[in-house]
């Protein structure tokens, strides 16, 4: 206890210091140092899971022990709002008292479910036995197939001769989809945050005047045509590595910020003003997001594009600040948990097929599902598949056979036939309430997921 206490000082030391530890006034500001805290912990608890397997009881301690701490200064972020006192004489008189800030009132809950979820995701993995991993310094032998794409460090994934049974693969994808729904719902709430931190001026001082500028003769004229096509437009675009979609998403969001600028700026002198008409530009702004969209729903693990991080280093807002932390390292841990179950699902595919071996796997997962969502969908859709918060191998097999008809099937293994019958009994539904707000209306703060750690 003793300990716990230091170490409670030492960290809000470091965030009352603004992490300037000679204290002489020159720190970051309170809202930027509880953003880095929060990214901190996570990089330092989370690290890359190179595995599929349950935390070790010491990170889980810490992590549950110390975002806690982090996430106790919500409680104290209130907003006035009015109520009615009752006097003793009977009389009642409207009065001003102070309740949690609406935002966090509603989304610290539901981040800490998706908190919850994912790590319930990793405990399950404990009891499986069909796969397992060989260190990357083994030899070519015990390793088998090359790894071909850029994560040569990871460890190779070694799955049965003959591939993975098919009850085990249903599993696998039913983790996969649930930690997919995860992933959606922390990314509609980060960008839902982030298009309410106000664009730094800094940020605006460095564009250039004009759409064009930004985007470049090519991709404005693209753009620009009177039929538009995103999916054609990106298809044009050289997305081979991540820097060049970072750079893409860049040169899009400050010709969106432009456009936006010059449609409410009045001031005909200005050099911000508009030569192109209102329509013209609403509509090449919509184009430009729905850009955005596809990208981000193509590429969930992409880096954080220039105008997000200049949002989150000059924010103020300390409410603002832990909403998009938390939310964004949720992103980034189901993102990287999707990667491996990918890379126990590619070894398997491999079993199946060698001659995949040869051929350069994709780097990137991609998030399934319909293109635009929202926050509040993304909830609603983790309540009907009712995501458990434990569903290990043995509670997946044992999951459908509650019931006569249904045991019958289970014992026949006609596993198509469960999936379509056994939904209902899933459990564990998530009962919290999201603002209503459309994932396109959030990327005019649009930003990629893991930057991060």
Same mark, same amino acid.
């Given at each position: 206890?003793?300990?716990?206490?230091?170490?409670?000082k030492?960290?809000?030391? +470091?965030?009352?210091?603004?992490?300037?530890m000679?204290?002489g006034g020159?720190?970051?500001s309170?809202?930027l140092?509880?953003?880095?805290?929060?990214?901190n912990?996570?990089?330092?608890?989370?690290?890359e899971?190179? %595995?599929?397997?349950?935390?070790?009881?010491?990170?889980?301690?810490? !992590?549950? /022990?110390?975002?806690?701490?982090?996430?106790?200064?919500?409680?104290?972020i209130?907003?006035m709002?009015?109520?009615?006192q %009752? @006097?003793?004489?009977?009389? $009642?008189?409207?009065?001003?008292?102070?309740?949690?800030?609406?935002?966090?009132?509603?989304?610290?809950?539901?981040?800490?479910?998706?908190d919850?979820?994912?790590?319930d *995701?990793?405990?399950?993995? %404990?009891?499986q036995d069909?796969?397992?991993y060989?260190s990357?310094?083994?030899?070519?032998?015990?390793?088998?197939?090359?790894r071909?794409?850029? %994560? !040569? !460090?990871?460890p190779t994934? =070694?799955?049965?001769?003959?591939?993975?049974?098919?009850?085990?693969?249903?599993?696998?994808?039913?983790? /996969?989809?649930?930690?997919?729904?995860?992933?959606?719902?922390?990314?509609?709430?980060?960008?839902?945050?982030?298009?309410?931190?106000?664009?730094?001026?800094?940020y605006?001082?460095?564009?250039?005047?004009?759409g064009?500028s930004?985007?470049?003769?090519?991709?404005?004229?693209?753009?620009t045509?009177?039929?538009?096509?995103?999916?054609?437009?990106?298809?044009?675009?050289? #997305?081979s $590595?991540?820097?060049?979609?970072?750079?893409?998403?860049?040169?899009?969001?400050?010709?969106?910020?432009?456009?936006?600028?010059?449609m409410?700026? +009045?001031?005909?002198?200005?050099?911000?003003?508009s030569?192109? $008409?209102m329509? /013209?530009?609403?509509?090449?702004?919509?184009r430009a997001?729905?850009?955005?969209?596809?990208?981000?729903?193509?590429?969930?693990?992409?880096?954080?594009?220039s105008?997000d991080?200049?949002?989150?280093?000059?924010?103020r807002?300390?409410?603002?600040?832990?909403?998009?932390?938390? $939310?964004?390292?949720?992103?980034?841990?189901?993102h990287?948990?999707l990667?491996?179950?990918?890379?126990?699902?590619?070894?398997?595919?491999?079993?199946?097929?060698?001659?995949?071996?040869? *051929?350069k796997?994709?780097?990137?997962v991609?998030?399934?599902?319909?293109l =635009?969502?929202?926050?509040?969908?993304?909830?609603e859709?983790?309540?009907?598949?009712?995501?458990?918060?434990?569903?290990?191998?043995?509670d997946?097999?044992? !999951?459908?056979?509650?019931?006569?008809?249904?045991?019958k099937?289970?014992s @026949?293994a006609?596993l198509?036939?469960?999936?379509?019958?056994?939904?209902?009994? #899933?459990?564990?539904? #998530?009962h919290?309430?999201?603002?209503k707000?459309?994932?396109?209306? @959030?990327?005019?703060?649009?930003?990629?997921?893991?930057?991060?750690?």
């Amino acid at each position: 206890m003793d300990a716990d206490i230091e170490l409670m000082k030492e960290k809000f030391a +470091k965030l009352l210091l603004g992490e300037d530890m000679s204290g002489g006034g020159k720190g970051v500001s309170s809202a930027l140092a509880l953003s880095n805290a929060i990214t901190n912990l996570a990089a330092s608890v989370f690290g890359e899971q190179r %595995k599929l397997e349950p935390m070790s009881p010491e990170n889980r301690s810490r !992590w549950k /022990k110390e975002i806690d701490w982090l996430l106790s200064v919500t409680d104290y972020i209130v907003e006035m709002v009015p109520s009615h006192q %009752k @006097n003793k004489d009977g009389s $009642s008189m409207e009065i001003m008292t102070t309740k949690q800030r609406t935002d966090l009132q509603m989304n610290i809950p539901a981040l800490r479910k998706l908190d919850a979820m994912l790590v319930d *995701c990793l405990d399950n993995f %404990k009891d499986q036995d069909e796969f397992y991993y060989v260190s990357k310094d083994a030899n070519d032998a015990e390793k088998g197939a090359k790894r071909m794409d850029d %994560k !040569w !460090w990871l460890p190779t994934v =070694k799955v049965p001769p003959n591939g993975l049974s098919e009850v085990t693969k249903k599993w696998i994808q039913f983790e /996969k989809d649930s930690v997919n729904q995860v992933l959606k719902a922390a990314m509609a709430i980060n960008a839902q945050v982030l298009s309410e931190m106000e664009i730094p001026e800094n940020y605006i001082d460095s564009l250039p005047k004009n759409g064009r500028s930004s985007l470049g003769d090519f991709m404005y004229k693209s753009i620009t045509v009177d039929y538009f096509d995103p999916e054609q437009f990106l298809s044009t675009m050289d #997305l081979s $590595s991540e820097h060049k979609i970072v750079d893409l998403k860049n040169r899009i969001e400050a010709s969106i910020v432009i456009w936006k600028r010059k449609m409410h700026n +009045k001031d005909a002198k200005s050099p911000w003003g508009s030569g192109v $008409s209102m329509e /013209k530009r609403e509509l090449f702004e919509e184009r430009a997001e729905t850009i955005l969209l596809i990208i981000k729903h193509r590429f969930p693990g992409i880096s954080q594009s220039s105008l997000d991080i200049s949002k989150i280093q000059y924010n103020r807002d300390v409410g603002h600040a832990i909403l998009e932390s938390y $939310s964004r390292i949720l992103e980034s841990l189901a993102h990287t948990i999707l990667s491996r179950i990918e890379d126990v699902l590619y070894a398997d595919s491999l079993a199946q097929n060698p001659s995949l071996a040869h *051929c350069k796997r994709p780097s990137m997962v991609q998030i399934s599902g319909s293109l =635009k969502f929202d926050a509040e969908e993304e909830i609603e859709k983790l309540n009907s598949v009712g995501t458990p918060t434990s569903m290990t191998l043995l509670d997946f097999m044992g !999951w459908r056979t509650e019931q006569g008809e249904v045991g019958k099937r289970a014992s @026949n293994a006609n596993l198509d036939e469960l999936d379509e019958d056994g939904d209902e009994k #899933l459990t564990g539904k #998530l009962h919290i309430q999201l603002p209503k707000k459309s994932y396109i209306d @959030n990327l005019g703060g649009s930003r990629s997921p893991t930057s991060r750690h």
